[in-house]
């Protein structure tokens, strides 16, 4: 089977980290994001993945290249030379994916949960329709936009940002299509959610499928920081022993194995640690993603942040509520930033006391 | 030679700029450096040769004063006693009240010093100086005094010396237009023959009492050493003027106290050097007093500018600068206090950070004293200033407290940024 996932742009509502380093490139959970979808396409029989750019990175292409090469998965780069929104990139990549007559997927990158490709291949079989779109349930649907179907998943209708209740379903970013959809799709700029869609729900060829467990968008920090905390969830009940269980461990952690953690400190709940960390003594990080090569020294204190790559958070440091420091910052000893979003390269030797970019 | 020294130090009614700090205990013996604020007065008293008496005048109940006093003869072998004014009598109604007491003994001079200010006192200067001066000049006063901005100087008492004989020429009380920036240290060597002057004010304040219709206004035996005493002897020839360039200081606010406290720890370097913390572990900064039944744990850093106070506890891993920490606190394990007074029996608990904006002088205006800003400021925001502890306040684990006052007895649930906390 193959899939077309939807990278879009430069990324930047999760800036100053893809800055750095492109967002498919960016961990979550200590793994780039995009290989969190293309492991699991794997698992469910894909073995070909056309990624649709907007833009081109030499660096993005060879990292990804080398690590599906290993999984024995076939990368394909579509370039848009115009950005051609949402639909646009299924009609770029036409020759490719309506190649067969068999359904293929399609993802929007910033997705995490328990991926369902398996059922959805299974689900989207028994209707037999055109379309399978994953559903997921929200708190508050007013917020986004709702999908309405029938008891058989038929999909009535599209509701944007609902005034009153009619549904707490929403799109969840994953689809399945038979190839037949392309004769929907023009190549040029064009929106699958508002141009196919309600075509294809009038046709009765759309069908919804609902996410079990939990789903988040984490294309931005604060959202990226739940959607790691839900991650974490999902990886105790699934597969416990990944978890960071050693000194000072409290709730749901991963810890790579090259980190180094000091005495006396406490890592977790919700807190995922890259290769070659180091956190000192006395340190108490929790709800934050520390990525690679970063050093926390000692006393610091870090709530609900991600710490960007090779950073050094100095002694009795307090950061919090969705700082971000971008690759490579210095944060002085006993500063504190509360909300900062710290641009690549920087030295912080002030406390920041109210959010704000640092350029 | 005799000579006596008199330490003023008001009530209960003054110094509530100071709270929350002076809601539990007379300002006067909040501990800066490690030892009460009149303490430094009294250390620099003794110095002076023929000092025979120290008398601590304020209208605080007798009770409140009396172990304080005792620890001090005891420490100083020298007389030293409180008394009590029955109700404030202003800032000379005071000495002229218990005028008996100072004057018997038959002192040659004696000392006048402000409770509510801090110095590096240049006391056996300022007598010699006084005893020089008076020969020729037939002076009963000299009035120590300080050079300040021109925009601070509003804020004193403003001094115009004549500089040929160095005596007062005119003098006025926060003027609302600028007059000098040479200002009052709250400093003043007497002789006896100033009781003379104050007898005449204080009579002629009788005599309106009695004379004037509904003179019961009047306050009968309040006087006033500036506007009363200092300014008629303007332009006499009776009031000489000693001007230092040592540091001095009004302590009047908290934030006043943080500074005070790093200037006394600073003279200490000099002159009382084991007084100072020196130990490589818990690691210390620059001038740093722990009281020797405090309990500091090896791994902590302190300083610089930093007074621990008797039993408290300072945590593994934790961090204290430019801080007062008061008698029996304790601070638990990675906590972080900056610019912060942490009142008697509070505590801090683990990874929390307690956090203040210093009020120092500007470092850029030569003579600069320290901005005391309102508390509050055009907009009804609190101005930021050094966090500040009560007496028994609970902060608990991983908040931050920013900026922030707490009154006494308080527990606090969450993190406080800018705000006073009833």
Redesign the interface.
């Known amino acids: 089977m193959k899939a077309l996932i939807l990278v879009g742009g430069y990324g930047t509502r999760l800036r100053p980290l893809t800055l750095s380093r492109p967002k498919p490139l960016v961990e979550f959970a200590n793994k780039p994001m995009l290989m969190h979808q293309i492991e699991a396409l794997l698992e469910a029989g894909v073995t070909q993945v056309v990624l649709a750019v907007s833009y081109r990175a030499e660096q993005m292409e060879s990292e990804l290249r080398a690590e599906t090469d290993k999984l024995g998965i076939t990368l394909t780069f579509s370039h848009e030379t115009e950005p051609l929104g949402t639909a646009g990139p299924l009609a770029l990549a036409k020759d490719i994916l309506a190649a067969g007559d068999e359904p293929f997927f399609v993802l929007n990158s910033d997705v995490i949960c328990d991926f369902p490709f398996k059922e959805m291949v299974d689900f989207h079989k028994a209707h037999g329709k055109e379309g399978t779109i994953v559903v997921t349930k929200v708190e508050e649907p007013s917020k986004y936009g709702v999908v309405v179907y029938n008891d058989q998943g038929r999909i009535e209708k599209f509701v944007e940002k609902p005034t009153e209740f009619v549904s707490n379903k929403i799109n969840a970013g994953m689809y399945i299509f038979n190839p037949s959809i392309m004769k929907r799709i023009e190549l040029r700029p064009m929106s699958i959610e508002k141009e196919v869609f309600p075509c294809m729900a009038n046709d009765a060829e759309l069908f919804a499928y609902e996410l079990q467990g939990f789903w988040m968008d984490v294309g931005q920090p604060k959202d990226f920081i739940t959607g790691t905390s839900l991650y974490l969830k999902s990886v105790r009940e699934k597969n416990p022993s990944m978890l960071y269980t050693g000194p000072g461990a409290v709730g749901n952690s991963l810890v790579d194995p090259t980190a180094v953690i000091g005495a006396?400190c406490r890592i977790g709940p919700n807190v995922t640690i890259g290769p070659g960390v180091v956190i000192e003594?006395?340190v108490?990080v929790k709800r934050c993603t520390i990525l690679r090569d970063a050093t926390i020294k000692?006393?610091s204190?870090l709530?609900s942040c991600i710490v960007g790559w090779k950073c050094v958070v100095g002694?009795?440091v307090?950061l919090?509520n969705v700082t971000v420091l971008g690759e490579d910052v210095i944060v002085k000893d006993?500063i504190?930033i509360n909300g900062g979003k710290v641009l690549p390269h920087k030295a912080i030797s002030d406390?920041v006391?109210e959010p704000q970019i640092i350029m | 030679m005799l000579v006596k020294a008199v330490i003023l130090i008001g009530g209960n009614q003054k110094g509530t700029r100071f709270r929350p700090l002076s809601l539990d205990l007379p300002k006067p013996l909040f501990a800066v450096a490690g030892f009460p604020i009149i303490q430094h007065h009294i250390e620099a008293c003794v110095q002076i040769p023929f000092l025979k008496e120290i008398i601590i005048l304020g209208y605080y109940g007798v009770s409140e004063m009396s172990q304080f006093v005792g620890e001090m003869v005891q420490l100083y072998k020298i007389n030293i006693r409180y008394l009590q004014e029955f109700e404030p009598l202003g800032t000379a109604g005071g000495l002229y009240h218990f005028r008996d007491q100072i004057r018997c003994g038959n002192p040659d001079f004696f000392f006048v010093l402000n409770g509510d200010v801090c110095a590096d006192f240049p006391l056996i200067e300022m007598l010699e100086f006084h005893k020089t001066h008076r020969e020729t000049q037939k002076a009963i006063v000299t009035l120590m005094a300080t050079e300040a901005t021109r925009q601070q100087s509003l804020i004193y008492g403003c001094i115009i010396e004549n500089k040929e004989n160095n005596t007062l020429e005119h003098y006025v009380e926060k003027p609302s237009t600028f007059i000098s920036t040479l200002v009052n240290c709250g400093v003043y060597i007497f002789s006896p023959e100033v009781f003379h002057q104050m007898a005449n004010i204080f009579n002629k304040k009788q005599m309106d009492f009695y004379n004037v219709e509904n003179g019961s206004s009047i306050e009968r035996e309040a006087l006033y050493l500036e506007k009363e005493i200092l300014m008629p002897l303007a332009g006499t020839g009776k009031a000489l003027v000693y001007q230092t360039v040592k540091w001095w200081s009004q302590l009047k606010t908290p934030g006043a106290a943080i500074y005070a406290n790093r200037h006394y720890l600073n003279l200490f370097r000099e002159r009382r050097p084991e007084r100072l913390a020196k130990s490589v572990q818990p690691t210390i900064i620059g001038d740093v007093y722990i009281h020797a039944t405090a309990n500091v744990h090896p791994t902590a850093v302190l300083g610089p500018n930093v007074s621990i106070g008797a039993h408290a506890t300072i945590g593994y891993g934790t961090r204290i600068k430019e801080s007062i920490v008061l008698a029996h606190s304790r601070i638990l394990d990675h906590s972080l206090v900056l610019y912060s007074i942490i009142g008697a029996n509070s505590e801090i608990g683990c990874w929390t950070r307690v956090e203040g904006t210093p009020c120092d002088p500007n470092p850029d205006k030569p003579f600069a004293k320290m901005e005391n800003a309102p508390l509050f400021n055009d907009e009804g925001r609190l101005n930021p200033s050094i966090t500040i502890l009560g007496n028994n306040v609970t902060i608990p684990s991983e908040v931050i407290v920013r900026n922030s006052i707490v009154l006494p007895h308080k527990e606090l649930t969450r993190s406080y940024n800018n705000e006073i906390i009833l």
Do not use: A, L, M
Request: glycine share 6%; net charge negative.
């Open positions: 006396n003594d006395g108490c000692s006393h204190w709530d002694r009795w307090r919090e006993e504190y406390s006391p």
